[in-house]
């Protein structure tokens, strides 16, 4: 079965940098859309950043812009967000997910790691 598994979460000071990746396997990575997602205390999943197959152009939340770089490796099957200047704001449960092509949706989830960013 699909399976989406974050790591590299963790505590950070603000003003930190944190690497986060996600690997993927049963499915054929290089034909999906990959995106990563956070959900802090109390709000709502929000967008961060996605990277298509081809691996440009990539997009970014405005909060992410200019702080977040997000890649990806296809030969590996792993998605990655590096997280720069980062802000106790962005204090959250970070998700990578997983669009087909042609979908409208994003059908497959991780289950989430914690950043944590202290001021």
């Known amino acids: 079965q699909v399976q989406l598994v974050e790591s590299g979460g963790g505590l950070v000071q603000a003003g930190g940098s944190l690497r986060l990746s996600c690997a993927a396997s049963?499915?054929?990575?290089?034909?999906?859309?990959m995106a990563w997602f956070r959900q802090a205390p109390g709000k709502e999943r929000e967008f961060v950043a996605t990277?298509?197959?081809?691996?440009?152009?990539?997009d970014y939340s405005d909060s992410a812009k200019g702080r977040f770089t997000i890649s990806r490796d296809n030969g590996k099957n792993t998605v990655y967000p590096q997280m720069n200047s980062l802000k106790p704001e962005d204090t959250a449960v970070y998700y990578c997910?997983?669009?087909?092509?042609?979908?409208?949706?994003?059908?497959?989830w991780g289950q989430g790691t914690q950043v944590t960013v202290s001021s």
């Open positions: 997910a997983a669009r087909a092509i042609g979908a409208e949706t994003y059908l497959y």
């Open positions: 049963g499915l054929t990575f290089r034909f999906y859309t």
């Open positions: 990277i298509p197959r081809s691996g440009g152009p990539t």
